[in-house]
């Protein structure tokens, strides 16, 4: 198998005397999707934050394309090419579509010294972006506000690939949607794993995981609880895994409603 | 869900889309932050043409209605950009006063060269604005209570400071400087046109409203104005300085109220302790008429140039009517709460419109 594109190998991270993460490894290639599955609690958004560069680990390995790294701020790992797409997307819901998609990136243009923002390039390119991620903007001006969740989540991720992102870490971007809006930001999971990102999808939802995932890594109380390759593992697996198989009674239950939702998801995607 | 009007049931779709771009066309013409503004400067034009049509509608009355409003424009034009950025200003009318108290004691009581003195005084402006905007970013205390401070202390050494050195309340003798003619020339003199007397001061403040326009608009950092005023950490995140951004807006505001400040000694030909006092919340004014939102992130200057017109016309309108100007603010209030409302309204239906179409577009989604 070829290097992965981002490694992390036995992250401890303790706040105090607090153990948030014991000794976990994870793996990212390029074009695929490895999938950090866990419950509330689990020390995902401890991992998210170590990969995005918020927290630095207090034991073990973060390597990025073979390469050993000690990241002091976000910045540093978003201008290597680590984009996170947080919950909150970082969008600004009264502007238009394409002052958000180029915030902080305005493609300029110089007329002698002074130095004007591209609106015209601006409206034109975020259509153009949005339409390979299969999105028709039909009014780059339209406010961000007043888009749906899903269309938001697009945005957000399309920005991201557009501005050279080499992995994507996603923190729960189907947490917030209904069934349809979901389905759709799979797609675009799919859509930029196809362009040779490698994508970090993080979510407690094993029906979402499961269409896209290439990787599945299920976190429990901060350690590995399994690491493993789609072949070797069936949904069924996934979801028991998640729920732990120790309340079987209770497990049943959430196996029937899961069910449901999965028959629901595959129609949808 | 992209393609959807390609798919085979071509009629559903092709009438839906027909509705959206219908809908795009008003959309686009409500979605502008000043519309109300403008509709409400309708309103109160069209109001006073109706009582008092004979000077109303002459060359003199527009003459006198941008006398009227050209320096609360310049002012409203930077507390609007301020104000996009997410922050208020609540010393920026007080400052009007300070910064012409200081270029006039300079230039009279210590017979500093006037563009010295004036320059000191801008530096002094820069200076204030800087510490206003560092208070605020380093603290994260809201600027209302930042700059309310700020209001206070330089509104008690205005008095303070300016009795000590004159043993009055104002600085006068400014125009037996040297070089106060140039001043004059610069900051605010008079011109005739059509046979009657304009100001320079209302071609500063259409060059300052164009000016911070294509800023606000057309350059990157407008749109960092935008973001700051938004959500300042969502712009941080995007990579946007948002703590010099706002830093900068309180220097622009306190720059603007320097030249608001030059602009009044040259014409009064002398420094008033109490000047600007209560202007701030006019400012203000004139920028919310203008469809700025308090809570930031959204807004015009042109919209806020014309909240000063409103003004004007108010201010003029009474004379002219004949009233007593003691109802100047009565009526002011009275403006202020329709301007509002329109304002309120349109960009309400503006919102409706975008979520119709939203909702629209998903039901589309839904169907294929």
């Not at chain 1, 991992?47 to 927290?55: D, R, T």
């Not at chain 2, 390609?6 to 779709?13: D, G, H, I, L, M």
Request: aromatic share 8%; net charge positive.
């Amino acid at each position: 198998m070829a290097e992965p594109l981002l490694e992390v190998r036995n992250i401890t991270k303790l706040f105090g005397s607090v153990i948030a993460l014991s000794e976990v490894s994870a793996r990212v290639y390029r074009g695929e999707v490895t999938c950090l599955l866990g419950d509330n609690g689990a020390g995902k958004s401890t991992l998210i934050k170590i990969l995005s560069g918020v927290y630095r680990p207090t034991e073990g390995q973060y390597l990025f394309e073979g390469k050993s790294m000690s990241f002091r701020s976000p910045r540093e790992a978003r201008e290597l090419g680590i984009a996170t797409v947080y919950q909150d997307l970082a969008l600004l819901p009264l502007m238009p579509i394409w002052r958000n998609f180029f915030l902080g990136s305005e493609p300029q243009k110089s007329w002698g010294p002074l130095r004007a923002f591209d609106v015209a390039s601006a409206r034109r390119r975020v259509r153009e972006e949005m339409a390979k991620m299969g999105i028709d903007i039909r009014d780059p001006d339209q406010a961000v506000g007043t888009m749906s969740g899903g269309e938001r989540q697009s945005i957000a991720i399309s920005r991201a690939v557009y501005f050279g992102a080499k992995v994507l870490i996603l923190d729960e971007p189907t947490a917030a949607l209904g069934v349809r809006q979901a389905g759709m930001v799979l797609h675009h999971i799919v859509h930029a794993k196809r362009r040779g990102l490698g994508i970090i999808f993080i979510t407690h939802n094993p029906n979402h995981a499961y269409p896209v995932g290439d990787h599945f890594v299920v976190l429990r109380r901060g350690r590995v609880l399994s690491d493993c390759r789609k072949d070797q593992i069936t949904q069924q697996e996934l979801i028991n895994l998640m729920a732990g198989g120790q309340d079987l009674l209770k497990l049943q239950r959430e196996l029937e409603e899961a069910q449901t939702a999965g028959n629901a998801e595959a129609a949808g995607v | 869900m992209a393609n959807s009007t390609s798919s085979s049931t071509a009629p559903v779709p092709l009438k839906t889309d027909e509705r959206i771009v219908r809908v795009g066309f008003f959309q686009g013409l409500f979605r502008q932050p000043e519309i109300g503004a403008l509709i409400g400067a309708i309103v109160v034009w069209v109001f006073f043409a109706i009582i008092a049509p004979e000077n109303w509608i002459s060359v003199n009355g527009v003459a006198r209605i941008l006398d009227s409003s050209s320096t609360l424009g310049i002012m409203a034009v930077a507390v609007a950009l301020l104000m996009i950025g997410g922050e208020f200003d609540l010393s920026a009318g007080v400052m009007t006063g300070t910064t012409g108290l200081i270029a006039g004691m300079l230039a009279v009581k210590a017979h500093v060269n006037i563009w010295l003195s004036i320059l000191i005084s801008l530096a002094f402006a820069l200076a204030v604005g800087y510490v206003n905007g560092l208070i605020v970013v380093k603290t994260r205390l809201p600027s209302f209570i930042v700059t309310l401070a700020t209001f206070f202390v330089l509104r008690g050494a205005n008095v303070g400071v300016t009795r000590l050195m004159t043993e009055q309340v104002l600085v006068g003798g400014i125009d037996r400087t040297a070089g106060f003619g140039a001043a004059r020339l610069l900051f605010n003199t008079e011109f005739s046109l059509l046979g009657a007397t304009f100001r320079t001061v209302t071609i500063w403040w259409i060059v300052i409203t164009i000016v911070a326009t294509w800023f606000l608009q057309r350059t990157r950092y407008g749109n960092w104005v935008f973001a700051v005023g938004g959500d300042a950490n969502a712009a941080r995140n995007s990579g946007v300085p948002s703590d010099r951004v706002k830093i900068a807006l309180f220097m622009v505001t306190s720059t603007a109220a320097w030249l608001v400040g030059m602009m009044s000694i040259v014409r009064l030909r002398s420094a008033v302790a109490s000047e600007g006092i209560g202007q701030e919340f006019i400012y203000i004014i004139a920028a919310v008429i203008g469809g700025c939102l308090l809570t930031g992130g959204y807004g015009s200057v042109v919209g806020a140039s014309i909240g000063a017109i409103i003004f004007g016309m108010a201010r003029v309108g009474i004379v002219f009517a004949g009233w007593d100007t003691d109802w100047f603010y009565s009526f002011l209030g009275i403006m202020l709460l329709a301007a509002v409302l329109v304002n309120n309204a349109t960009r309400r239906r503006a919102e409706a419109v975008s979520v119709a179409a939203a909702k629209a577009r998903t039901e589309k989604e839904e169907e294929t």
